[in-house]
C-alpha cells in the first residue's frame, strides 16, 4: 500500500468540497458589478448636465395601468419609483431608472434612460450575478435604442432572442417593458408629472 495514497484521497476530497462548494454558491463566485449608481447617472448625462432625484408615489389605479401598458407577463409591483431626471441647460435630456430585477435565481440591475420623446436611449448592466455566460452583450442591448412601447419589444416582435440566454433576453425585455410602462405613468416630463 503506498503510504500517501491516503493524503492524495483526501485532497482529491478538498478539491471536490471546494468545487462543489462553488457550484453551490455561484452567485459569490461570478457576481459582476460593471459601475456604481453614480457612474452610471454621469455616463447618462455627462457634465455639465444637471441630475435631479424625484421619487413618484403610485396609486393602485397607477399600478392597474402600468401593468396593463407593460403587458401581463411583465411584474410591476412596486409603488414607489425613484427615478433620476437628467437635465442640459435647463431642458430635460431624459430619464434614468434603476431596474432590479432576477434572471434565473439570482438579481441584475439595468439602468434604463428614455428620453424626452419616451424612448429608450440607453439600456446599460449595473450588476450581474448570473454566470458570466447568460451576460447580454452591449450589441444586444443596442436593439432597444429609439424603442418606444409597443409590441415589438418582444422576441415575438423586434427584438432578437439571445441563444442560450432565454431567461437573461426574458428579464431584459421585462425590465424595459416596465419602465417604459412606469415612465408613461408617472410622466415625469411633463406638466405635473409626479
Known amino acids: 500500500m503506498d503510504l500517501l495514497s491516503p493524503l492524495r484521497a483526501a485532497a482529491a476530497r478538498g478539491l471536490l468540497l471546494g468545487a ?28 455639465p448636465a444637471t441630475i435631479e432625484r424625484e421619487t413618484a ?5 397607477d399600478l392597474a395601468r402600468a401593468r396593463a401598458l ?3 407577463r411583465v411584474g410591476v ?8 431626471v437628467g437635465r442640459r441647460g435647463g431642458a430635460a435630456a431624459g430619464v434614468a431608472y434603476f431596474d432590479v430585477h432576477r434572471v434565473r435565481t439570482l438579481p441584475e440591475v439595468l439602468m434604463i434612460v428614455v428620453g424626452p420623446d419616451g424612448r429608450v436611449q440607453r439600456v446599460e448592466v449595473i450588476k450581474f450575478t448570473e454566470p458570466p455566460d447568460y ?3 452591449e450589441g444586444w442591448l443596442a436593439q432597444f435604442r429609439n424603442r418606444h412601447l409597443d409590441n415589438r419589444v418582444s422576441t415575438k416582435g423586434g427584438i ?7 431567461l437573461t433576453s426574458n428579464a431584459v425585455i ?21
Open 20 to 47: 462543489l462548494a462553488a457550484l453551490a454558491l455561484p452567485g459569490a463566485a461570478t457576481a459582476q458589478v460593471f459601475m456604481s449608481q453614480e457612474e452610471a447617472l454621469r455616463l447618462a448625462f455627462p457634465a
Open 57 to 61: 408615489y403610485l396609486t393602485d389605479a
Open 174 to 194: 421585462d425590465a424595459v417593458r416596465r419602465v417604459l410602462a412606469l415612465h408613461q405613468v408617472i410622466g415625469p416630463l411633463e406638466a405635473g408629472g409626479r
Open 160 to 166: 432578437v432572442n439571445m441563444t442560450g440566454a432565454t
Open 135 to 137: 451576460l447580454a452583450p
Open 77 to 84: 409591483e412596486q409603488s414607489i419609483v425613484t427615478y433620476y
Open 70 to 72: 407593460a403587458g401581463e
